[in-house]
């Protein structure tokens, strides 16, 4: 009996290891509720996952970029993100700017992202961009 526990602990620490050596990979991700992007990426941080941006992460997917430390996460050429003002659904289904959850997200990015987006007006309900050699300056390139 006690080697047989002594097998399934060491299983379990063997496959604990490997779940963290693992990569997420963001490819086209359109974003979402803030708070549930804020969830899903701290669960990703304690697992000590890394992630690879190799496509599209929109709105609320770059809150990664504010969440894992930039050491854990690389980017491929195809990489491309997009920011804009937070929002809600206002009256008659609209969207409406929320200021507050907008502040929120500007100050949670890191500082050269802040840099790029205060440089280029803000988060506004315009979506800016940030791919190819800007943002393979902030970031390190994914391993070939």
């Known amino acids: 009996m006690k080697r047989w526990m002594g097998l399934v602990i060491a ?3 063997i496959a604990g290891s490997r779940s963290s050596d ?5 490819t086209d991700d359109r974003g ?3 708070g549930k ?8 941080r304690a697992s000590g996952q890394s992630v690879i941006i190799d496509g599209f ?3 609320a997917c770059t809150i990664v970029l504010a969440t894992l430390p930039s050491t854990r996460i690389c980017v491929t050429s195809r990489a491309e993100l997009a920011f804009h ?20 997200m500007y100050h949670m990015y890191p ?3 802040r840099r790029w987006i205060a440089g280029r007006g803000g988060l506004t309900p315009r979506t800016i961009f940030l791919r ?5 300056g902030m970031y390190r390139s994914c391993p070939t």
Do not use: F, H
């Open 111 to 113: 500082a050269p992202v």
């Open 11 to 13: 299983a379990l620490m």
């Open 37 to 44: 992007y804020i969830y899903k990426y701290e669960r990703l």
């Open 85 to 104: 003002a937070a929002w809600d659904i206002g009256r008659r289904g609209r969207a409406v700017t929320n200021a507050g959850a907008t502040r929120m």
């Open 32 to 34: 979402g509720l803030i």
């Open 57 to 59: 992460c929109a709105s």
């Open 22 to 26: 693992a990569a997420v990979r963001i």
């Open 132 to 136: 190819g050699n800007r943002l393979q």
